[in-house]
């Protein structure tokens, strides 16, 4: 870790495939991280998430070690190469110098710009200047990954963006309330019509020929219409590797905060 930064901790809250771009690049560049989790994630990307470690008690994602963790010694992991994962819904009592609030809601939950001195918060929901200091722009497009000191990110459209013509339907939603099972796993290639699952007996179906790029957790309690999974048409997609959008998501993150220690903020 960089001796320059080692007094800037940053806490994470959310550990997703999105939050983990961010947490990636932050750790990679020398800064102390403590991830912030559920106690039962809803990630789907789970290949490419730090809040994996939650269930499996660890999580390389592409070379970066995160595991699960206590409060007592977050402090001290976050100081190492490691990444430590706490089960902690709300902020632990930690003296943080930056919160990043990347559980992607959509909407403000608990996050307030009193949290620490340098709140940046990912997508629609917050405003820059009220409820943070910064927002992150999430939407696809030419604005992604900008830096916003004032105002809102783009409104979510609830659609995802489209992908080889595919768009809403990439998405796999539960049939039913209740717990999920799998019949396949992460990094499959299935045919349109293959049932990989089922909710209360109720099938979840490839929606077309792809590559399965995220599940949800095994035995995950899921409500109707929840986001369970995702499919990429993109056959020879690497999913171990973050995408180009938690990336990019990741890089405004990264520069918020160097922004903010060189006083231009």
């Not at 049932?195 to 792809?210: H, R």
């Not at 973050?242 to 890089?251: R, T």
Request: net charge neutral; charged share 20%; with cysteine.
């Amino acid at each position: 870790m960089s001796a320059r930064f080692a007094d800037v901790l940053v806490v994470l809250r959310g550990g997703g495939d999105l939050a983990t771009g961010a947490g990636w690049r932050l750790k990679r560049s020398g800064f102390p991280l403590v991830v912030c989790e559920l106690e039962r994630p809803l990630t789907v990307r789970r290949s490419v998430a730090f809040s994996t470690a939650v269930d499996e008690g660890e999580a390389i994602v592409e070379g970066v070690r995160a595991v699960r963790a206590t409060l007592a010694d977050a402090r001290a992991l976050a100081a190492t190469a490691v990444v430590p994962v706490l089960v902690s819904p709300g902020l632990p009592p930690l003296e943080a110098s930056v919160v990043v609030d990347a559980r992607m809601a959509k909407h403000a939950l608990d996050t307030t710009i009193d949290d620490a001195p340098l709140v940046v918060a990912l997508g629609p929901g917050y405003t820059a200047g009220v409820d943070c200091h910064a927002v992150v722009e999430t939407k696809r497009g030419a604005q992604l990954g900008r830096v916003l000191w004032s105002g809102a990110a783009a409104e979510n459209t609830g659609t995802p963006g489209r992908i080889v013509g595919h768009a809403a339907e990439r998405v796999l939603r539960a049939p039913a309330t209740g717990a999920i099972h799998w019949r396949t796993e992460i990094g499959r290639t299935v045919a349109a019509g293959t049932v990989l699952g089922d909710v209360e007996q109720s099938a979840v179906t490839a929606p077309f020929d792809g590559l399965v790029r995220g599940l949800i957790a095994e035995g995950t309690p899921v409500s109707r219409g929840l986001k369970i999974g995702d499919v990429d048409p993109r056959t020879d997609t690497d999913w171990r590797q973050i995408s180009d959008k938690a990336l990019a998501i990741g890089g405004g993150v990264l520069e918020a905060v160097l922004t903010w220690l060189s006083g231009r903020g």
